[in-house]
């Protein structure tokens, strides 16, 4: 891959990667390494690219695969947790959903995240994640769900 290609796709792509592998990790400088692994990734890629959506399924794919690696890892289950008051969004009601979807368990957490922050579809997200798209359309119901008692809670 030639340097100008990587740099236009790196600019494109580089925090949506960052935010998958934040919705996988929940730790900042987690994801920060995760999305330098997928990037170093990225420059050794030899194949190319049909466009720009395709760069970016493949790259998310990886951030999905590394993050699971990492996941499994021995090391990460003897690390720290990170406390996730350090992730604010915008207002304190986003704030607030943002705290809820990242308390989900991670297979309902990965499939609201690429539909709906990322805009994925549903069969996009199925062969982002390797599952059916009935999965992934019930996992968004069964994460909706949650949520909805969550705020049920709260009220």
């Avoid at 995760?34 to 395709?54: C, N, P, S, W």
Wanted: charge should be negative; proline fraction near 1%.
């Amino acid at each position: 891959m030639e340097d100008e290609e990587f740099r236009r796709i790196y600019d494109l792509t580089k925090d949506s990667v960052y935010r998958t592998a934040l919705t996988w990790l929940k730790n900042p400088a987690d994801a920060l390494d995760i999305t330098q692994e997928v990037m170093v990734k990225l420059y050794r890629h030899k194949g190319e690219f049909a466009d720009d959506t395709h760069a970016r399924q493949w790259l998310l794919r990886v951030t999905v695969n590394q993050a699971k690696d990492l996941l499994r890892s021995s090391w990460f289950s003897r690390r720290q947790e990170t406390d996730l008051e350090k992730l604010q969004a915008a207002d304190s009601s986003a704030s607030d959903v943002l705290q809820m979807i990242l308390s989900l368990p991670i297979k309902y957490r990965s499939v609201i995240y690429l539909h709906y922050y990322e805009g994925y579809s549903f069969t996009e997200t199925a062969s982002i994640l390797r599952i059916s798209e009935a999965a992934a359309k019930m996992r968004a119901k069964r994460a909706r769900d949650m949520l909805r008692i969550e705020m049920e809670e709260e009220d």
